[in-house]
């Protein structure tokens, strides 16, 4: 099985995205990871964390619960024209 490959496009706005909103909210990793344990029992440790968001390679609900706890909601829109 061929690993997924994932483009630095990609991975940047993966990261700057989830990096950027965390910064909104005036959080750090560390905070996120609090937060996280507090609201679904789970404590990832930061660093991890923070791995995972700078590859790109990180779990789409794992993306919604840190959007949660920070106060945001994920939403899917179609595309103009679409």
Request: proline share 2%; net charge positive.
């Amino acid at each position: 099985m061929e690993k997924f490959k994932i483009t630095e496009k990609a991975r940047n706005d993966i990261k700057n995205t989830i990096r950027g909103h965390i910064s909104l909210r005036g959080k750090t990793l560390k905070d996120v990871a609090l937060l996280l344990n507090k609201k679904y029992g789970r404590s990832p440790n930061p660093d991890s964390l923070a791995d995972r968001i700078r590859t790109g390679l990180i779990r789409h609900a794992e993306v919604l619960e840190i959007a949660d706890v920070l106060g945001y909601k994920i939403e899917w829109a179609e595309k103009d024209g679409k």
